[in-house]
């Protein structure tokens, strides 16, 4: 034990391992020796050789402490010496006092006397002496299993419980003096003070110090004449010397009982050291010999080892060696394995065994290879003889075709010498060519086919000759080649005589088309040659043109090809144009004839220019105005941008009326601007019709220049309206989810009261209804809905508990108890709420509870939407009762379970925790929960009607995935699933009937989409025993 002494033995015992306690008693200084202030050291031991107190040795520090034992005792008068006390800081509080907290509820629990109560995860637990609102006060240790975060101190009625008042994060052995936070997660409490408590008070040895001791009435008088001051400081120093006196005899006793235990214990350790040396000495003689044993043996199995494994890789042809070297290794090495002969020897057999069957398999395996070898020689010369066969029909083959082609090649070259042949003969005797070079051409095919089919088997024939080639036989691929190359020479040769016959029919024909126009033109010479005299003259040339092109020859004309082309004729002493100069004079007639069509094509085209001029005005005026239409519409397009542009500063501080106000004034700035530029479309497009035929191409392609620049004006404002409508598009989309936001947030409100009148006048949800069917027509019309909520109460307050105010605590004034009760109801008046609802944002509100297409909320509808769901985010439990204390557990709610909220809030009276009565829709049990902890842990929130979309799936009309029907109370005929519609990632859907497993092990919901009200059954956890994919989650 840890101590002080002020003259005197120690409280708690004078004796710590086997001495004295320190300092000035006997030393308690491990190690041996005396002690650092006189006395003897611990152990039994009465000091060692080089164990002397340091400095004054055993005199000097014997003379210490014994001055220092009269001075004390001298100082304490006769009759004792004073006595202190202290508790050590490492050891264990018995009791502890916890003032301060400036905290007005959890002061009053924490405040009081605390005394030890067990242990919680290595460290004391505390317990109050007196409860607070019948509830145990508990201060305990809580280690990290749950995170650092929640290691530390605790105030809190029940050892681990989920409700706590104050927190330390300290983990040592006691708890912490100062530091708190309270709550606990509040700021730290610097007045919260925990102190450790006397549970008892020290008697003291003797007399405090400054306390004198009345002495014996026989010494009150003095025989002697001396006063009664003198004798009783005569014997007070009396018992002093006769107290050293005795202290100095028990010394002395106890060094020769430290040095008889010294002499033994020496004793002792010598023996024991003997008996040591020599086991040891035995036990390495025993190794040895082991080591030896061992060594020998390690050698032999290495030796082995060596001998299986050349067993191990041996092959065929060296099996048999290493075998009997094996089993001669074996043999030899035998009696030095000891213990492990069998295991060797059986191991041996085994891998022998394996080796035998592998060499056996090697044997099997060359027979069957020599006897395919012999197979495959066989087959082999089989295919040669087949091979050489095949050449040679390949040989017939080619010299057939090589024979029809000689034939081929004699025709065409008779047909190309051949003087004189009219075109029939020609003709006929082409086509004979034609015939023999497409029979030739067949006949090289069908040899390039066999030469491409039986290519692999001739390839194995061993050599070959060839017809005409002189020498031995070649190698088969150069013969194959040979024939290839003559096949294909004959496919060449074929269509070269054909190509040739070709030429001369070509050449035929040409020769006689000539000769047939020679003979046309003579016949129109001697047409119009009326005189036969082998001339034309003027007369007749002039009814040439005339009769022919229909053409009147000019005198001009027809003296200037009189001058160029006539001739004199002395038979007939006449001039005019001779047979030879007949075609010239023809085309003297078309010159003259084209340059009487040029001089009217002239003057046509400038009628044309003229008339072209005239329309392209015309079409000038018309684009002017159209471009005067795409101005304004350019204006209005500007407009347009400038009011759009500030819409976001326009817009902050206005209520969404106003933003919707000025979204349809700009939507129609927008329309209008629309309405310009297709105006200025139009016109420009319509400049397309009423351009003259005759001008058409001309005018359109003047008309693309000069529009140009218009249409590119033109086509840039379709993307500025566009860009304007877009950006009014998101302002309308934010007024829409404001909007939304908006009317959600009178929703929640109007759903709050709705609630709470139901629970303030205790109705059941078929009652709420009526109380809104004010009609009885067995729906809720918007004039119903208002009348609800003009009598209805809009002011929401704590609902009384009903489980009974609590006992006021033990030793609780009245005066603390009236200033608890105030302060209650100062918060209770604080939670009221006053809810209002304006009758045009309920209106908002009614439309969103009607169902599409429907001015009315059914009853079905309104009991979907009426009860409050929420949404586990913090495992807790839910207890069977209202109040926590006592309160039996029915089960833990997990993550992300949903609840249906049966009644309350409620204010447990005794914590003050609002608790909640709840039904779990997994189980249908009902009970009671807190949805925030008195230290603020939020464990349930509203939520669980709407789920978003975690993974794509899809949306189907019925409830199995094979199209069978829903379940039986939602009705839905059989079929297969007629909707497919695709639900995307984060989409949020609206519940309408809560999850159900189907018969493949499926969770099913029948929801509604937001977005386009699609309703149908959807996926949200696949069947994989629980741990399928999530497609949707709760939000």
Same mark, same amino acid.
């Given at each position: ?214 002495? #014996? ?360 144009? #001779? ?449 399928? #994919? ?6």
């Amino acid at each position: 034990m840890r101590g002080t002494w002020a003259g005197g033995y120690q409280q708690a015992g004078a004796w710590q391992q086997s001495g004295y306690a320190a300092p000035g008693g006997y030393g308690a200084h491990h190690g041996g020796g005396y002690a650092a202030q006189g006395g003897y050291g611990t152990h039994g031991v009465y000091g060692t050789a080089t164990a002397r107190v340091a400095s004054a040795g055993k005199g000097s520090a014997g003379n210490l402490w014994q001055s220092n034992q009269v001075r004390s005792m001298t100082s304490a008068g006769a009759g004792g010496a004073a006595v202190a006390t202290s508790t050590a800081g490492g050891s264990v509080a018995e009791g502890l006092t916890v003032s301060g907290c400036t905290h007005s509820t959890i002061g009053s629990i924490v405040r009081g006397h605390f005394s030890r109560f067990g242990e919680n995860h290595g460290r004391p637990t505390f317990k109050k002496t007196t409860q607070a609102n019948g509830l145990d006060v508990m201060l305990y240790f809580w280690d990290d299993r749950d995170g650092a975060a929640l290691c530390g101190w605790w105030f809190g009625p029940k050892v681990g419980g989920d409700q706590v008042w104050a927190f330390h994060g300290n983990r040592d052995l006691n708890p912490p003096a100062s530091g708190w936070t309270v709550p606990f997660n509040g700021p730290i409490d610097n007045t919260l003070q925990v102190q450790r408590s006397q549970t008892g008070s020290p008697q003291p040895l003797i007399a405090a110090q400054g306390q004198h001791v009345q002495p #014996p009435a026989m010494l009150q008088r003095s025989p002697m004449g001396t006063s009664p001051q003198q004798q009783a400081l005569q014997a007070a120093q009396q018992a002093r010397q006769q107290q050293a006196e005795e202290m100095r005899t028990k010394q002395e006793e106890m060094r020769l009982k430290m040095e008889e235990n010294k002499r033994r214990i020496e004793e002792t350790n010598h023996k024991r050291m003997e008996e040591m040396r020599k086991k040891k000495e035995e036990e390495d003689k025993a190794r040895f010999e082991a080591a030896q044993k061992k060594g020998v043996e390690l050698r032999a199995m290495n030796t082995i080892r060596q001998a299986q494994q050349k067993v191990r890789v041996a092959v065929l042809q060296n099996y048999d060696a290493a075998r009997a070297e094996l089993e001669a290794v074996l043999e030899r090495e035998r009696p030095n394995l000891n213990d492990k002969a069998e295991t060797i020897q059986d191991e041996c057999e085994t891998l022998v065994g394996n080796v035998q069957k592998r060499i056996d398999a090697v044997k099997e395996q060359k027979r069957k290879d020599e006897g395919r070898k012999q197979e495959e020689v066989r087959k082999r010369q089989e295919q040669e003889q087949r091979g050489v066969e095949l050449l040679a029909e390949l040989k017939g083959l080619v010299r057939e075709v090589e024979g029809k082609l000689t034939k081929l090649k004699e025709d065409a070259d008779k047909l190309s010498t051949e003087v004189g042949i009219n075109i029939e003969e020609a003709e006929a005797a082409i086509k004979t060519v034609v015939e023999a070079s497409e029979v030739a051409q067949t006949l090289a095919q069908g040899a390039s086919e066999f030469l491409h089919t039986n290519h692999a088997v001739m390839n194995l024939a061993p050599s070959f000759k060839i017809d005409g080639e002189d020498g031995a036989a070649r190698d088969t691929r150069h013969v194959l080649s040979a024939f290839l190359q003559r096949i294909g020479l004959c496919k060449r040769e074929a269509g070269a005589a054909v190509e040739k016959s070709a030429k001369v029919k070509t050449t035929l024909l040409s020769r006689a088309k000539a000769q047939s126009q020679v003979e046309e033109i003579e016949a129109v010479f001697k047409r119009y040659d009326k005189d036969l005299d082998g001339m034309l003259s003027k007369r007749e040339l002039v009814a040439f043109a005339q009769s022919e092109y229909k053409f009147t020859i000019l005198e001009k004309t027809l003296d200037l090809i009189w001058e160029h082309y006539a001739e004199y004729s002395q038979k007939f002493n006449d001039t005019g144009i #001779p047979r030879s100069k007949f075609g010239l004079a023809k085309c003297a007639v078309g010159v003259a004839r084209e340059l009487e069509r040029d001089a009217k094509r002239r003057k046509d085209a400038a009628f044309r220019k003229q008339r072209f001029n005239e329309a392209k005005a015309k079409l000038m005026e018309r684009i002017k105005t159209a471009a005067e239409s795409i101005t304004e519409a350019d204006q209005s397009v500007s407009k347009a941008e400038e009011d759009v542009k500030p819409l976001a500063t326009r817009s902050k501080g206005l209520r969404v009326a106003q933003m919707k106000a000025l979204a349809d004034e700009i939507r129609g700035v927008c329309n209008r601007a629309r309405e310009a530029v297709n105006t200025a479309q139009l016109k420009m497009t319509g400049l397309k019709d009423g351009l003259e035929e005759d001008f058409k191409s001309e005018l359109a392609s003047f008309m693309s220049s000069e529009t140009k620049k218009h249409d590119s004006r033109l086509g840039r404002m379709d993307g500025r309206i566009n860009r304007s409508v877009n950006l009014l598009s998101r302002f309308e989309d934010e007024v829409g989810k404001k909007r939304t936001l908006e009317v959600d947030k009178v929703r929640d409100s109007a759903l709050r009261v709705v609630r709470y009148n139901q629970q303030l006048k205790d109705l059941s949800d078929e009652e709420l209804f009526s109380r809104f069917d004010a009609d009885g027509d067995g729906v809720i019309g918007e004039t119903d809905f208002q009348q609800f909520f003009a009598g209805a109460e809009c002011t929401i307050r704590l609902l009384p508990s009903g489980d009974g105010e609590a006992a006021p605590a033990e030793g609780a004034t009245e005066e603390a108890n009236s200033a608890e009760q105030s302060a209650d109801d100062k918060k209770a008046k604080e939670g009221e709420e006053v809810v209002e609802l304006l009758p045009e944002n309920l209106a908002d509100v009614f439309v969103t509870l009607c169902q599409q297409g429907e001015n009315y909320v059914s009853q079905e509808e309104f009991l979907r939407v009426v009860p409050q769901y929420m949404m586990v985010v913090k495992q807790t439990v839910m207890t069977e009762d209202l109040c926590i204390k006592d309160s039996k557990t029915l089960r833990r709610l997990e993550l992300d379970e949903i609840v249906k909220v049966v009644k309350g809030p409620l204010q447990e009276s005794a914590t003050k925790v609002m608790r909640t009565l709840i039904k779990a829709l997994k189980d249908d049990v009902e009970g009671w929960v807190s949805p925030t902890g008195n230290a603020g842990t939020i464990f349930l929130k509203e939520g669980g009607r709407r789920f978003k979309v975690m993974k794509e799936t899809i949306l189907t009309e019925a409830f199995e995935l094979d199209g069978t029907a829903p379940m039986a109370e939602e009705g839905g005929a059989p079929g297969e699933v007629l909707s497919k519609r695709k639900l995307k990632v984060g989409e949020v859907l609206d519940v309408l009937v809560w999850p159900q497993m189907d018969k493949a092990g499926l969770v099913r919901l029948k929801v509604r989409a937001l977005s386009d009200k699609a309703t149908g059954w959807a996926t949200a956890v696949g069947n994989q025993a629980g741990k399928g #994919p999530v497609f949707l989650k709760a939000v």
